[in-house]
């Protein structure tokens, strides 16, 4: 079976301060999948909504003092402890909704007229969070869902802040992931309060992995997603990207980019996740979210085939 010619979005790129986004795209049947299968599929990112300095980058800021963006506001304060009871006013309800403050460093390209190159010293397009192929087998059927966020669409918010605790469960997901954006407090420093919300860490970076039980937080592989059209492309190169998912005794082979090889094999017993109903089959399609960040993430393809080797190409 095929499904193609046209661009199905499941979320798009807005302004940064828009409310995060999640959709979700089901086969209109169950597929069969106790068995070997093999099935193929073309995504695209584009679009990435903003600019933005991942922590691990930022060496040049120190415990000591505040960062030399922040110290003309640092010094409208009488006493450190004053600035830090200040700080504390950027709550994690505004970060997540997207609300770039300097000390987060979300300080450019929040819009979507130049996605890439955004920033004159070299800082990055950011595009949160990503996409998942999912297989599962939820009593909640085509209405099962995940977190927005660093959930996509499908499983659990692991970030700190977060309280949502949707998941589907029952399911094995195939995540790609441009960047996922989980909050995390910074607990040090004179200038820091405990309580303030200044980093944002990326728990994710241009990956693919394996999960299941819409948990996201510990994969059954992973790894750094590179297109071998020529080998450096990532997940937000601009380009769609192909992916070829091969089920065969238990095996779980994902290929990119028509690559003779695949990314990784890894042995999978989708029964033993129960992510494949009694009757053998199991719920197929897509999910993808936004959070701190956004992006356009569309399906442009999509075959299944209820056998190995078969023409999922």
Do not use: K
């Not at 949502?164 to 094995?172: A, F, L, M, T």
């Not at 960040?293 to 078969?310: H, I, Y």
């Amino acid at each position: 079976m095929h499904t193609g010619q046209q661009r199905l979005r499941l979320v798009h790129s807005v302004a940064a301060q828009a409310p995060a986004q999640r959709g979700a795209l089901w086969y209109r049947e169950r597929l069969p999948t106790a068995g070997d299968f093999e099935l193929s599929f073309s995504l695209h990112f584009h679009r990435p909504s903003t600019c933005a300095l991942p922590a691990e980058w930022a060496a040049n800021r120190t415990d000591d003092a505040p960062p030399a963006e922040e110290a003309e506001t640092a010094a409208a304060w009488d006493t450190a402890a004053e600035w830090a009871a200040a700080a504390e006013e950027v709550s994690a309800a505004r970060l997540r909704s997207g609300e770039a403050e300097r000390v987060n460093r979300l300080t450019r390209g929040e819009g979507t007229a130049t996605p890439y190159g955004c920033g004159a010293d070299g800082d990055g397009a950011i595009g949160g969070e990503g996409l998942a192929l999912v297989l599962h087998d939820d009593p909640a059927a085509t209405d099962a869902a995940g977190c927005v966020g660093p959930g996509l669409g499908y499983a659990s918010d692991a970030s700190y802040y977060s309280r949502c605790h949707e998941r589907i469960r029952n399911s094995v997901a195939l995540q790609f992931v441009a960047h996922q954006n989980v909050t995390q407090p910074q607990l040090r420093g004179p200038f820091r309060s405990p309580n303030a919300t200044h980093i944002v860490e990326w728990s994710a970076f241009d990956t693919l992995g394996v999960y299941a039980g819409g948990d996201n937080t510990a994969p059954i592989t992973s790894r750094t997603f590179q297109s071998v059209l020529d080998g450096t492309g990532g997940l937000l190169d601009g380009a769609p990207h192909h992916v070829r998912v091969l089920y065969a005794g238990a095996l779980l082979s994902v290929f990119i980019d028509h690559d003779a090889l695949p990314a990784f094999a890894v042995p999978l017993d989708l029964a033993a996740h129960a992510a494949v109903g009694e009757d053998g089959h199991s719920w197929v399609g897509f999910t993808a979210s936004t959070g701190l960040a956004s992006m356009d993430a569309d399906v442009l393809s999509f075959t299944f085939c209820g056998t190995a080797l078969c023409t999922a190409q």
